[in-house]
């Protein structure tokens, strides 16, 4: 009779059938009015018969597949209890998941839910109004656990937490790293991890934020270790290798990952014991394993209701003999058996679930994982209705027509006002995020950098760099052939240091704290002993006096450093190989390898499309790259611009890659005017200046494309370099010139 019980229907005809089959069920299985028995095999409680034969109470309930006739987890002994404890007619309502629990409370086809997890349980009562009468206890007594982020011992990222450093944020180190999972959709596994790292903008969610599959794409994207010559990120099924609690501490174990997501209390569990041969085989020693900063609570299992549907008399009655079920032989050890816990306490459903969901709400399509629960309108996934773009006019500029031409492509693409809000500094677009007056703000990799590692912003988006899909560029030193400084870099002995002959030289730089014209260069050369410092630690002008007393040529009867304004004689790129060109410097600092600035300008086979001042493309030598600078990013504050409105603005902005802007294009015979998108073969008739192409190629500084970022990725590298410039956090902090403060007035005046 059990087996029968449990065996499940056809998908198509299972939630028709649910309750016909339920009642059938008891009926051929339950003799008089013995209710509820699932295969009791014992008849000695005879008397039953007469003590549940009072209302009926129907208790939804997850059957396992694959639960065999007597396992002692069979919750027909709930069933029993109850009855016997409430003079009712108990009945179990099998369901096929916890998702199905909440429709049959929704519906009235059950009176209360037991042993339901937390993702369901907040779905249920976010989408349908259900509440928690009780709550499973661990075994310190709490209704719910702590979730952490598990790491070895004297990992770089167990480093960057315990270091007392809060500029090394262990979580923004975890990009690329091979993650262990309990299993799929697990709440201290993936939900409450995943929720916090997107939540708070450290990881980019790219795709249908109403799939749940998208979260799956996320976590392999950003975690997977194969990235990094590693392993795949660990989701495994039910009951496969490294599933569980003590499996996700067995791959971080192992070795085959590097961080473990598990409750606070998983390694004392499995790995703590003072009788070594009681902890597991694949055991670490307990001082190996580091727990990260919590994500948040995760709450234990519910007793869940319908307050519509169960009158409050028959509530009070249910919570006070769950509460109750510890103190008897019997109710222990149902609790243990069938419920996985020591005892039930008594709770509400704010107090059990309230700061559960702020990380759920951020998990891409956790309602139709559930059911479809929001269709009734009470969605998380609904996007601001204004969205405004902090956008950096520089002061020669007018307004932009292919801005205003992204914010109203924006603007139809996702139904919503957009507003460009202008800037007058790559500071004040800091501030404008900061303070909720922009939602997104394209910036340049100085002032992201600092935007990231000082007031929390972080990378929505990137600009790529080549045709191949390069964000970054690398940041090098250019010195003329013939040079002692080419001979000592092309002589092939390691003991001739080409950068320890710069000192005294006379240097190109592009203009003041340009990234690979001075803050790339400057950070490799300070960080690594070729350039002391001069001056104020904390005033970013000790760098020009540190530039000056290293590089000024005229201590050889050379020139002085040259550190061009902008607009003026050897600035920009082209200005500083044109400094080196003319002989005024020995030393230019500007692009390399792939993006290399001599080439740009002079380097095409037809001479005269070259800069009058160029020389032969072989006078021109490359020293080895300083590293690599970063493209422009789009940047967001993630404590203010919610997942689904960021999401949202990603996809769009990520579709007009695919966008070309055509005239008298011939196709299928016939010529056609319009943006052309590359996928879809279809020219649609927009403005040019809201074609994708148009916009990225005119207002993300000329990219080629844009992709989705992460800080980490992206800003990390050059961080390290940046970290060693004097004063340059400050100066950007308190700079009249960047105009970033403290006060929430940014305001254009």
């Not at 598990?150 to 167990?158: I, L, P």
């Not at 990378?459 to 400084?485: F, K, M, P, Q, R």
């Not at 390399?592 to 072989?618: F, H, I, R, V």
């Not at 203010?640 to 299928?668: C, F, K």
């Amino acid at each position: 009779m059990y087996g029968r019980l449990f065996g499940r229907p056809k998908p198509e005809v299972f939630m028709m059938s649910l309750r016909l089959k339920s009642m059938l069920m008891m009926m051929l299985m339950c003799s008089a009015a013995l209710a509820g028995c699932l295969g009791s095999d014992d008849d000695e409680k005879g008397s039953t018969s007469d003590v549940c034969s009072g209302d009926e109470l129907i208790v939804a309930y997850e059957i396992k597949e694959d639960m065999p006739a007597d396992d002692i987890q069979n919750p027909q002994q709930i069933a029993n209890y109850l009855c016997e404890e409430l003079g009712m007619n108990v009945k179990i309502y099998e369901v096929g998941s916890s998702g199905l629990a909440m429709e049959a409370l929704r519906f009235g086809n059950a009176d209360i839910a037991m042993n339901i997890d937390g993702g369901p349980a907040w779905v249920g009562w976010n989408a349908y109004g259900l509440d928690v009468m009780a709550a499973d206890t661990k075994s310190d007594g709490r209704a719910y656990y702590d979730a952490h982020a598990w790491v070895k011992a004297g990992s770089e990222v167990a480093i960057a937490h315990l270091d007392g450093d809060d500029s090394t944020d262990p979580f923004s180190l975890l990009a690329g790293k091979t993650s262990c999972h309990t299993g799929w959709l697990k709440s201290a596994g993936m939900l409450m991890p995943m929720g916090y790292l997107i939540g708070n903008g450290y990881v980019t969610v790219e795709g249908d934020m109403s799939d749940t599959e998208t979260l799956r794409v996320t976590i392999n994207d950003y975690f997977d270790g194969s990235t990094g010559a590693g392993n795949a990120a660990s989701i495994p099924e039910s009951g496969a290798l490294y599933s569980g609690y003590n499996g996700a501490l067995e791959c971080l174990s192992s070795g085959y990952g590097d961080v473990a997501f598990v409750k606070d209390s998983t390694p004392n569990s499995y790995c703590a014991n003072e009788d070594a041969a009681l902890n597991e085989a694949w055991c670490l020693d307990i001082t190996e394993y580091v727990a990260l900063p919590k994500f948040g609570s995760s709450p234990s299992h519910s007793v869940m209701f319908n307050d519509a549907v169960l009158d409050d008399d028959k509530e009070e009655m249910i919570r006070d003999t769950l509460v109750t079920m510890k103190k008897d032989v019997e109710g222990l050890d149902i609790l243990n058996n069938v419920l996985g816990t020591d005892a039930m306490i008594s709770t509400d459903t704010e107090t059990h679930l309230g700061t559960y969901g702020a990380a759920l709400m951020n998990i891409p399509g956790i309602s139709s994982k559930y059911g479809n629960a929001f269709t009734d309108g009470s969605a998380t996934g609904s996007i601001k209705s204004t969205i405004n773009i902090a956008y950096y006019l520089a002061d020669d500029s007018t307004v932009d027509a292919n801005a205003q031409g992204m914010a109203d492509r924006l603007a139809s693409d996702l139904g919503v006002d957009v507003n460009l809000y202008d800037v007058s500094s790559e500071g004040m677009i800091i501030q404008a995020l900061r303070f909720g007056n922009a939602d997104i703000g394209f910036m340049e990799g100085g002032p992201a950098w600092i935007g990231w590692k000082q007031y929390g912003l972080s990378v929505l988006a990137v600009e790529t760099t080549t045709s191949t899909g390069d964000t970054h560029y690398n940041a090098s030193a250019w010195v003329l052939n013939g040079s002692d400084i080419a001979d000592a870099h092309l002589d092939g002995d390691d003991s001739t240091d080409p950068f320890a002959m710069l000192e005294g030289k006379t240097s190109c730089h592009t203009g003041w704290l340009k990234s690979a014209g001075m803050l790339m260069p400057m950070g490799y050369l300070i960080k690594n002993g070729y350039v002391n410092p001069v001056g104020d630690a904390s005033d970013i002008n000790s760098l020009r006096t540190t530039i000056d007393t290293h590089f000024d040529g005229s201590q050889g009867n050379g020139n002085a450093a040259s550190i061009p304004d902008s607009g003026a004689l050897y600035s920009g790129y082209g200005g500083a190989i044109e400094c080196l060109s003319s002989g005024y410097g020995d030393v230019a600092f500007a692009k390399g390898d792939d993006y290399s600035t001599p080439q740009k300008y002079c380097g095409d086979e037809n001479a005269s499309n070259n800069e009058e001042w160029c020389l032969e493309m072989d006078q021109y030598v490359q020293l080895s790259s300083f590293g690599q600078s970063p493209s422009h990013p789009v940047m967001y504050n993630p404590e203010l611009l919610d997942v689904h409105t960021r999401n949202a603005i990603l996809n769009a902005m990520l579709s007009w890659s695919d966008e070309m802007w055509i005239e008298d294009y011939p196709m299928g015979g016939q010529d056609y005017t319009g943006c052309y998108n590359v996928i879809t073969h279809q020219v649609a008739d927009i403005p040019m200046n809201q074609c994708g192409g148009e916009i990225i190629s005119t207002v993300t500084s000329k990219g080629f494309k844009l992709v989705a970022g992460n800080s980490q990725n992206h800003l990390a590298s050059y961080s390290d370099l940046l970290g060693s410039i004097p004063g340059l956090s400050e100066y950007y902090h308190s700079s009249d010139k960047y105009g970033i403060t403290d006060a929430e007035d940014s305001e254009q005046s």
